[in-house]
T-cell receptor
């Protein structure tokens, strides 16, 4: 159990276009999902926290109009990179946690998607 | 804000030998969780081991064990009988409200 799936795993787009990445919890209800960005050989940097049915909370320095996050259901969150530019090229990873008190997998644990590699030409 | 420090960018170990990865963290909380995640070349994050701060006993998972020193805010990972499949980047992470703070990571290479 506790599987999180991201799609697409790899996307190439032209500069100026928008790209949507999906994050789905396949076998549990994710009240909260997190989006991270990772550059090669570096750590994961938290971009934003999304709660189902409410607006996402962005970390300092992350442009909310650039990185649109929607968490419309308990199993799906989407990250849209709007008007993408080459500097947005990166590896994006989502993670999710279940409903409070149910603690799938153990208290405090988050479950990660496979990641999505974005290349903007 | 919580900070997690991994002071070893790279570690190399001979197959079948033991390697220890260090991690320190800074927090004013008394109840929290600590994790070690493995990120192989596929870049899928894999949970290696978890430690609840209220537990004094060090967590173990097969060949992986931790040395949790709460007062010193230290959380090291020991990989015993290292295998080629252990080669990956390892991240120490702190969690007290389901928001993970990661260290910079340690790249582990295993020599055959």
């Amino acid at each position: 159990g506790a599987v999180v799936s991201q799609h697409p795993s790899w996307v190439i787009c032209k500069s100026g276009t928008s790209v949507k990445i999906e994050c789905r919890s396949l076998d549990f209800q994710a009240t909260t999902m997190f989006w991270y960005r990772q550059f090669p050989k570096q750590s994961l940097m938290l971009m934003a926290t999304s709660n189902e049915g409410s607006k996402a909370t962005y970390e300092q320095g992350v442009e909310k109009d650039k990185f649109l996050i929607n968490h419309a259901s308990l199993t799906l969150s989407t990250l849209t990179v709007t008007s993408a530019h080459p500097e947005d090229s990166s590896f994006y990873i989502c993670s999710a946690r279940d409903l409070p008190g149910l603690a799938v997998g153990g208290a405090g644990e988050l479950f990660f998607g496979e990641g999505s590699r974005l290349t903007v030409l | 804000a919580q900070t997690v420090t991994q002071s070893q960018p790279e570690m190399s170990v001979q197959e079948a030998e033991t390697v220890t990865l260090s991690c320190t963290y800074d927090t004013s909380e008394s109840d929290y969780y600590l994790f070690w995640y493995k990120q192989p070349p596929s870049r899928q994050m894999i949970l290696v081991i978890r430690q609840e701060a209220y537990k004094q006993q060090n967590a173990t998972e097969n060949r992986f064990s931790v040395n949790f020193q709460k007062a010193a805010k230290s959380f090291s990972l020991k990989i015993s009988d290292s295998q080629l499949g252990d080669a990956a980047m390892y991240f120490c992470a702190y969690n007290n409200d389901y928001k993970l703070s990661f260290g910079a990571g340690t790249t582990v290479t295993v020599r055959a």
